[in-house]
């Protein structure tokens, strides 16, 4: 199946910091998604981005189908945006093969 | 607008009970409906998906199974709990890429 590699595992940041998330798949996929899960296990769908570019306020998401990966990029962190960020590619199916995600903390 | 109810919240059940976890789907018709467990905090393993009633794919043998009794709805269950059934359980619904849509998870402790 399908392999979905998130780096860094782990990430520390104070307020006001900017970041980079990374996802490489091992496959040709035609779903990716990001998510963020909060610290009480809510999952929310950031962007649907099987390929091209997206943002969201703070938020954009950069796919590159071709060389399989994804980026997520948060600027100006905010203490609200600590939580675990998941990565999830699908081909073919509506079914999602997860990566393992990145835990974020950003501290005040 | 469409809404997904998972219960109960959490759950804590002793070894060899039975389980039965609901998850139900509102304002919309014929979705994909996925049941997810998340162990350790980090990374989600997909147990079952159905893509209509009374049909479901089984992604990794254990010892659970799930039911569709109903167009939105979704159940996940057991006769016999493990210790290592444990985790945080989540219902998805999908309409197609890019819908996917989670509930609020349950969270079991086996005892």
């Known amino acids: 199946g399908i392999q979905v590699e998130q780096s860094p595992p782990d990430l520390i940041l104070q307020e006001g910091a900017n970041s980079t998330l990374r996802c490489n798949f091992s496959?040709?996929?035609?779903?990716l998604q990001w998510f963020h899960q909060n610290p009480w296990g809510q999952l929310i769908n950031l962007f649907y981005?099987?390929?091209g570019t997206k943002q969201n306020g703070r938020l954009s998401a950069t796919t590159v189908a071709t060389e399989r990966y994804s980026l997520l990029y948060i600027s100006s962190s905010q203490t609200t945006d600590s939580g675990v960020y998941f990565c999830a590619v699908g081909r073919g199916t509506d079914k999602l093969i997860f990566g393992t995600g990145t835990r974020l903390q950003v501290f005040p | 607008s469409q809404t997904i109810h998972q219960w109960p919240a959490t759950l804590v059940q002793p070894v060899g009970s039975p389980l039965s976890l609901e998850c139900t789907v509102e304002g919309t018709s014929n979705p994909n409906l996925y049941w997810y467990r998340q162990a350790a905090g980090r990374g989600l393993q997909l147990l079952f998906y159905?893509?209509?009633?009374?049909?479901i794919s089984s992604e990794v043998p254990q010892n659970l199974s799930a039911s569709r009794p109903q167009d939105r709805q979704f159940i996940l269950s057991s006769k016999k709990l493990l210790l290592s059934d444990s985790g945080f359980y989540l219902c998805?619904?999908?309409?197609?890429?890019?819908?996917?849509?989670f509930g609020s998870g349950t969270r079991l402790t086996v005892v």
């Open positions: 496959d040709s996929v035609n779903n």
């Open positions: 159905s893509v209509g009633i009374g049909q």
């Open positions: 981005i099987p390929s």
């Open positions: 998805a619904w999908s309409s197609g890429p890019g819908g996917y849509t």
